[in-house]
């Protein structure tokens, strides 16, 4: 089945569920958690936090038509803000038409950080650490046989020696392969079992051993090409060319200021940390993550998205980001509705979900920029605004289209008018 689904936003809940379970080969027990989160045992919530009194739900809607090398996939999106799905979903038909995504990645390898204090000679401990290397790996390793078992493990060492204002620090990098795991856990717990023996060799004092958020080594990539025949707007009379040159003018704006950079990057992250929260995965690493390394690649602040013109004019979007998402270890296999999301995606690697949100990423910020660069974000918003108007001065079933097309219409999204609005309606 093909994730490419036309007016699939004005089908009932049932029916979008209904499509999903076919689409994914799912039995009505496996989507139970998504359609009913009032089923999801509470011990469980208890098991996941401390001191908790209940939940906060947040609607789970789901991304249509994203071809991402070359497979199908509808997309599992939980946020609270309107128009980021429609908007991803929006990037990812016109992506389809050029082909789609082709995303790929790196090994899923992490950083752990251990820092020395109080060295005697930094940079001859630096080399007495290298020195020790395998030895070093192995006592990492020591702690997690499963992981080295599935392929992964610590694999490397990197040393740097750093000046501060408490006298120079050495500092570790453990960097560690976590497969299908997020990988705090591990990582964490491989860099507190090397402290002791970098204490022992180089006459320091561990303070800190923690995983960086930095993951410069696990990126995800992903390109789409959107061809310029399919951007104009005949409403606002843009052909095509001129989108495009818009869309590039937006985009130029972010890599020379990063007031704009902030919020262009921010579009992206609306995007990946929806799918994030629907899949279970820490949505506060991978923010950290991807606003760091959009500094670090560069030296300076800089988008995480690339916009280019092809030979033909057509519009070429590319984006690197580390994303540091797993599939088990952590609440992806535990909680109910995230096991759902990961169904409904059928991903079987935590590099495949990688890809998946480095290319909702790029669909969510290609819309974004298409928007603002022609009608301007508040018109999306404003129908989607309207709906809650509507239903809010009581308007049901088709009634809260009616009356949402005649408010937006009005430019007059207030309740009051709303109610006037319903009356005259019923009265018809
Ligand atoms: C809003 O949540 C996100 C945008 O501001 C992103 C952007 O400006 O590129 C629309």
Redesign the pocket.
């Known amino acids: 089945m093909k994730s490419e689904i036309s007016g699939f936003y004005k089908m009932s809940i049932d029916e979008r569920l209904k499509l999903v379970k076919e689409f994914a080969n799912l039995g009505d027990a496996d989507l139970e958690p998504v359609k009913n989160p009032a089923s999801i045992d509470p011990k469980m919530l208890d098991r996941m936090i401390e001191n908790v009194v209940g939940c906060m739900m947040l609607p789970m809607g789901i991304a249509v038509n994203f071809l991402i090398n070359g497979k199908d996939y509808l997309v599992p999106m939980a946020i609270e803000?309107a128009?980021?799905v429609a908007a991803a979903s929006h990037g990812a038909k016109l992506a389809r038409a050029g082909g789609g995504f082709t995303a790929t990645t790196t090994e899923p390898v992490m950083i752990g950080q251990v820092q020395l204090t109080r060295v005697p000679d930094p940079y001859g401990a630096k080399m007495r650490i290298l020195e020790h290397r395998e030895e070093i790996l192995a006592m990492a390793n020591e702690k997690d046989p499963v992981l080295v078992k599935l392929g992964g493990g610590a694999r490397d060492l990197n040393v740097r020696v750093l000046e501060s204002r408490r006298g120079s620090y050495v500092v570790v990098h453990l960097l560690v392969n976590t497969r299908d795991a997020m990988g705090a856990n591990a990582v964490n717990t491989m860099a507190e079992a090397v402290a002791s023996f970098l204490e022992k060799i180089t006459g320091g004092r561990v303070v800190l051993r923690i995983l960086s958020n930095l993951a410069v080594y696990r990126l995800a990539r992903a390109r789409a090409l959107f061809k310029k025949e399919l951007l104009g707007k005949d409403d606002l009379e843009l052909g095509g060319e001129d989108v495009v040159e818009a869309i590039l003018d937006?985009y130029e704006l972010?890599e020379v200021d990063p007031f704009?950079c902030a919020?262009?990057n921010?579009?992206i992250m609306?995007g990946i940390s929806a799918v994030a929260i629907a899949t279970g995965n820490d949505f506060r690493a991978l923010e950290a993550g991807a606003h760091s390394y959009a500094f670090y690649a560069h030296g300076t602040y800089k988008p995480l998205t690339k916009y280019e013109k092809d030979a033909e004019g057509n519009l070429v979007g590319t984006i690197e980001i580390p994303l540091a998402v797993g599939l088990v270890g952590g609440v992806t296999a535990v909680h109910p509705t995230a096991k759902a999301a990961i169904k409904i995606l059928g991903v079987k690697s935590a590099q495949e979900l990688a890809g998946i949100m480095a290319s909702v990423g790029l669909a969510q910020?290609f819309a974004?920029?298409r928007?603002?660069a022609t009608e301007g974000?508040q018109k999306g918003h404003m129908s989607l605004h309207a709906r809650n108007i509507a239903a809010t001065a009581g308007a049901v079933g088709e009634e809260i289209d009616l009356i949402a097309e005649k408010l937006v219409a009005e430019r007059k999204i207030r309740v009051d008018r709303a109610r006037e609005l319903l009356e005259e309606l019923r009265r018809k």
């Open positions: 803000e128009s980021v937006a972010a704009r919020t262009h921010k579009g609306n910020n974004a920029l928007a603002l974000i």
